[in-house]
T-cell receptor, first 119, second 113 residues
């Protein structure tokens, strides 16, 4: 069974630039969510994708956007980077509940994260 | 507004003794709780979960207790081992909102050999 993989592991950008982070979900998982973990904080929910559509969003501005592809992999895009965007970005995948819907709440399986530094 | 709180940033315990990590929450809608362990430069690893229909769940050395009236949960690790040294996060959600979990700020556990 293949776990959640993320790329790149580290990257440095300057303020105002744009970044794309990538995630491959765990085998058999069709729901992907993204979290931001700032230094000294717990992960904070950005959004969730199910069947290629955003399904649930946290308190993040529209310059945070994403995609999910037919193979359930996902991208997180951040435009107009700000210094406060410096953080560890975590992708998590989960399976599907018996109801077959995106509302299933269960264990999250995280990747190792992408460390973004904005200068 | 921090809906899940871990008020102890750090905890040190002797090897073989019990480690107790605490977590408080404010949102009464939460009905599903998770504990994660995180090593430096790695993603969080799932440890144990509990739903609000239970007040206790065990998995080997790890036991989670839930006190709904107090909006409090705790993770007990017995016996503690040096390999347990990591940051522990509790997370909460409610059934039906998918992967939207609210995380605490973490407790750094050090198990002293």
């Amino acid at each position: 069974e293949t776990g959640v993989t993320q790329s790149p592991t580290h990257l440095i950008k300057t303020r105002g630039q744009q970044v794309t982070l990538r995630c491959s979900s765990q085998s058999g998982h069709n729901t992907v969510s993204w979290y931001q973990q700032a230094l000294g904080q717990g992960p904070q929910f950005i959004f969730q994708y199910y069947r290629e559509e955003e399904n649930g969003r946290g308190n993040f501005p529209p310059r945070f956007s994403g995609l999910q592809f037919p193979n359930y992999s996902s991208e997180l895009n951040v435009n107009a980077l700000e210094l406060d965007d410096s953080a560890l970005y975590l992708c998590a995948s989960s399976g599907q509940g018996s109801d077959g819907g995106s509302s299933y709440t269960g264990e999250l399986f995280f990747g190792e994260g992408s460390r973004l530094t904005v200068l | 507004d921090q809906q899940v709180k871990q008020n102890s940033p750090s905890l040190s315990v002797q090897e073989g003794r019990i480690s107790i990590l605490n977590c408080d929450y404010t949102n009464s809608m939460f009905d599903y709780f998770l504990w994660y362990k995180k090593y430096p430069a790695e993603g969080p690893t799932f440890l144990i979960s509990i739903s609000s229909i239970k007040d206790k769940n065990e998995d080997g050395r790890f036991t989670v207790f839930l006190n709904k009236s107090a909006k409090h949960l705790s993770l007990h690790i017995v016996p503690s081992q040096p390999g347990d040294s990591a940051v522990y996060f509790c997370a909460a959600s409610w059934t039906g909102i998918g992967n939207q979990f609210y995380f605490g700020t973490g407790t750094s556990l050090t198990v002293i050999p």
